[in-house]
């Protein structure tokens, strides 16, 4: 079981953020609270595509000398959307489980690709 960043680079309030999941809901939010993520910083559907949290540059570093992946965007798109299944399971959520799938199927082969392959392994 894992918890994986990625290394997107998106602006927000000052700040230069990444997502990050998780193979599991549990491991996502015991990261998030190691790393300083308040809970209510959980995104969700409709709110967001998929399950993750967005954290800062320096929150990604933390994560990652805990022991979190760095994997590319689509990585972690596969990651947070395998995530999403176990999420809509447990809300009661199932109208979400067929895009979830449709989304695994897409990014399977992008599974387990680090930052410094992905240039490479994307084009």
Not at 38 to 55: G, L, M, N, V
Request: aromatic share 8%.
């Amino acid at each position: 079981m894992s918890v994986y960043v990625d290394a997107a680079k998106l602006p927000f309030r000052g700040y230069v953020m990444c997502h990050m999941t998780a193979d599991s809901l549990d491991e996502l939010h015991s990261m998030a609270e190691r790393i300083g993520m308040e809970r209510r910083w959980f995104q969700t559907p409709p709110k967001a595509s998929h399950p993750h949290y967005d954290i800062p540059k320096d929150k990604r570093g933390h994560a990652v000398s805990l022991g979190a992946v760095e994997v590319c965007s689509r990585a972690a798109l596969h990651y947070a959307a395998r995530l999403g299944l176990e999420w809509s399971e447990l809300t009661d959520n199932q109208a979400m489980t067929p895009k979830f799938t449709r989304t695994i199927s897409r990014t399977q082969k992008y599974a387990h690709i680090s930052c410094t392959q992905s240039t490479e392994s994307q084009s």
